[in-house]
C-alpha cells in the first residue's frame, strides 16, 4: 500500500547490526518502538510513492515529460517508486502532527528518491543500485563497495580500518585463503614465512 505501509529499517548506535521490519503503518512512526517491539536509535524508512505530479485535475500521466530515466533526476519521478527517509531519530508525535497535507512523513535528515521503473524491479546497476549504494554509504559514513580479497588483504595489510566488506571477510576467515601470488608478496614483504 503505497504512502500508507513502509518497510522500517533499524539502525543502532556504533554497530552495522540493523533489522528491517516489513509492512509498518508509517503514520505511526513515532510508536515504532512500542507498536514493533524493535529498539532503534535512527532508522530508515522505505516508502513506495508516485510523485507529486502524476495525476490530477488537468494532468495528463501519459505526457511526453512525465518520466524520467536519470538518476539525479530521480526526485522528479512521477510514476510508482521507492523513496528511503533516514532520520538519526525516530520522529515524534509532535513531528508527525505537524506535517503538511501533501507531506508523507516529516523533513528526515536525509532522502534518497530511486528513479522510477516502468518495471518495478529498480535493479539496474548503474540508475538504480549504485545511487543506493552512495546514500547508504553517506549514512553510515562507511564504504560499502565490495573487494576482492587480495585488495582487502592489502589493505588489512596497510591501513589501521578496512572497508566494511572486508571486515567481514576478515572476521570469517573468508580472505586468509588468498592466491598463490598474494601468498608471495606476503612472504617478500616479510608477512608470513
Known amino acids: 500500500m503505497f504512502g500508507i505501509l513502509g518497510d522500517i529499517i533499524t539502525l543502532r548506535k556504533n554497530s552495522s547490526d540493523f533489522q528491517y521490519v516489513e509492512e509498518f503503518p508509517i503514520n505511526l512512526l513515532h510508536d515504532f518502538e512500542s507498536m514493533s517491539g524493535h529498539q532503534a536509535d535512527g532508522l530508515i524508512a522505505v516508502i513506495l510513492q508516485y510523485g507529486a505530479n502524476f495525476s490530477g485535475p488537468g494532468k ?6 512525465r518520466a524520467t530515466g536519470e538518476p539525479s533526476e530521480a526526485h522528479h519521478s512521477n510514476f510508482l517508486h521507492p ?41 539496474a546497476p548503474v540508475s538504480h543500485v549504485l545511487p543506493l549504494r552512495r546514500f547508504i554509504e553517506n549514512v553510515f559514513g562507511s564504504d560499502m563497495k565490495n573487494y576482492f580479497a587480495d585488495t582487502c588483504f592489502k589493505l588489512a595489510m596497510t591501513y589501521a580500518t ?32
Not at 60 to 65: G, H, N, P
Not at 97 to 121: C, G, N, Q, Y
Open 60 to 65: 495528463d500521466i501519459f505526457r511526453i515529460d
Open 83 to 123: 523513496v528511503l527517509y533516514y532520520y538519526k531519530k525516530i520522529p515524534t508525535e509532535k513531528q508527525m502532527r505537524s506535517m503538511r497535507k501533501d507531506e508523507i512523513l516529516p523533513r528526515p535528515d536525509a532522502v534518497h528518491h530511486i528513479v522510477e521503473d516502468f518495471l518495478t524491479t529498480w535493479d
Open 162 to 193: 578496512v572497508p566494511l566488506s572486508c571486515d567481514h571477510n576478515l572476521n570469517d576467515g573468508d580472505i586468509l585463503t588468498g592466491t598463490e601470488a598474494l601468498w608471495k608478496q606476503a612472504r617478500l614483504a616479510g608477512l608470513t614465512l
